[in-house]
Nanobody, 122 residues
């Protein structure tokens, strides 16, 4: 079993900052890409940021210049530092990891966390 658990969400005023964490646990052999996605009410889930195991990053347009994704491979944890938050950043933020388990070491499957709510007030 593999679990991804997000934390760090909450209520913040516009212009403020939050740092999200995503910790992976379970029978993990290797983690490839990790990413953050978000879904606002009535909208499709969208990519916020992604990072490879080598640290190469990719950002959605809404995150460029304001958010920073990072990871600690030893801790199997990804982070999302969000600065200059806007009300339109309000959404549930989900973590995704491409993970190979101990039982299937050559196969990377996508695992999702349960999500953490981020609310930005104006």
């Amino acid at each position: 079993q593999v679990q991804l658990v997000e934390s760090g969400g909450g209520l913040v005023q516009a212009g403020g900052s939050l740092r999200l964490s995503c910790a992976a646990s379970g029978s993990i052999f290797r983690i490839s890409d990790m990413g953050w996605y978000r879904q606002a009410p009535g909208k499709q889930r969208e990519l916020v940021a992604a990072i490879t195991s080598a640290g190469i990053t990719n950002y959605g347009d809404s995150a460029k210049g304001r958010f920073t994704i990072s990871r600690d491979n030893a801790k199997k944890t990804a982070y999302l530092q969000m600065n200059s938050l806007k009300p339109e950043d309000t959404a549930v933020y989900y973590c995704k990891g491409a993970i190979a388990t101990m039982r299937a070491k050559a196969y990377f499957a996508d695992y999702w966390g349960q999500g953490t709510q981020v609310t930005v007030s104006s």
